[in-house]
């Protein structure tokens, strides 16, 4: 007993170590730098103003609410694209192929954000694959502008973060027992009755888990909005990054970092509500 106790205090150091000295130091640090304020005179007090800015300047508040909505429509976007992937994998194709068919989910991890966005410029730009491809079989005349617009930016934000609602997903799925389909199935269920009142109750804590992971990974983004979007598309990330290494204001940045963890910590609050679930069950 004295061994596993020992060994369990030897594994639970490191984390302890990677946790307070790479997340709970720094943050401490930023927060009390977002209640600092410099004077005229050169001196540091105690001020709200650095969160105050945030909610006077319009642009700082218009630029999250737009970062939330997009946000939340791609997570939507995530689940609609993801879920018939994981049921497919799951519950249709074999076991011997399903492990290799998850496999290939994970190239986008491997290759990196950075190479797969520039992937998507090529795709994307006005002389790209997308563009020829659909003036040479004559759908259009002249190239579509999708680069640097909302849409290359969704689609960027999207295709980085759909394995992270499908692995809960398949998780969920894939302990659900198909007894319970045949049966419901038998005894004359629609396949949207099954869908509906089966499928969907039963993966739900799945179907959360994974949103709230992808939300936080595209809320918080900032290489697809920067690169896809270009400057047309406005996310709440830039503006952070612009207060730290733009203009080197990093009580600011401080604030509306942590107000942008505030915020979207009560949108998946407001979420976990509207969906009837608890955090401890969906992280479990």
Known sequence: ??????????????????????IVVPHMDLMFKSFRLETDEGNMIFSLNNYLTFF??????????KTALYSIFVTFLAFVVTFPVAFYLT???????????T???????????????YGWMILLRDNGVINNFLMKIGLINSPIEMLFTNFSMTIGLLYMSMLFMIVPMMSALDSLDDSLIEAAS??????????????IPYTTPGIVSGGIIVFMLVIGD???PNILGG??????????????????????GAAFGFLLLLLSSIIIWVALKLTGQKLERVGS
């Open 91 to 101: 519950k249709v194709i074999g076991k011997q192929y399903s492990g290799f068919m």
């Open 56 to 65: 006077q300047d319009e642009i700082y508040w218009l630029t999250f609410v």
């Open 103 to 117: 496999l290939l989910l994970l190239i986008p991890i491997w290759i990196g954000e950075l190479v797969t966005v």
């Open 186 to 199: 038998d005894l004359g269920a629609s396949k949207w009755t099954i869908f509906r009142q089966i499928i």
């Open 1 to 22: 007993m004295k061994k596993t106790s020992s060994t369990f205090y030897l594994l639970l150091i490191p984390v302890l170590l990677w946790l307070i000295v790479l």
């Open 231 to 252: 400057k047309s598309s406005l996310w709440f990330t830039e503006q952070i990054y612009n207060k730290f290494l733009a203009s080197f204001n990093w009580e600011e």
């Open 222 to 224: 900032f290489v697809a």
